[in-house]
Nanobody, 115 residues
């Protein structure tokens, strides 16, 4: 098993930046894929960014060029650097870990972007 704890959310103005962190309870070096998802009020949860154990990344079109996902295996932590934030980025952001065959989720961290 692995527990995930997100942090770094908050209130920021349009155009600002935030860095989210997802700390895992054990080594993430062998975890297949880790990712960030978000869920805005009244909407379905959507994928934001993924990173594989080999370092390959994948982004939703809506965040390409603005968000960067990275992982630090030594710190058992995955990050999401969010720049040029927009009001439509407002959501609860969740970290997940696909450690086959199981999928784990964190509890989420709120990001609010004011216009």
């Amino acid at each position: 098993q692995v527990q995930l704890v997100e942090s770094g959310g908050g209130l920021v103005q349009t155009g600002g930046s935030l860095r989210l962190s997802c700390a895992a309870s054990r080594s993430i070096s062998s975890i297949n894929t880790m990712g960030w998802y978000r869920q805005a009020s009244g909407k379905q949860r959507e994928r934001v960014a993924l990173i594989t154990s080999g370092g390959s990344t994948n982004y939703a079109d809506s965040v390409k060029g603005r968000f960067t996902i990275s992982r630090d295996n030594a710190k058992n932590t995955v990050y999401l650097q969010m720049n040029s934030l927009k009001p439509e980025d407002t959501a609860v952001y969740y970290c997940n870990a696909l450690d086959l065959p199981r999928l784990y989720w964190g509890q989420g961290t709120q990001v609010t972007v004011s216009s």
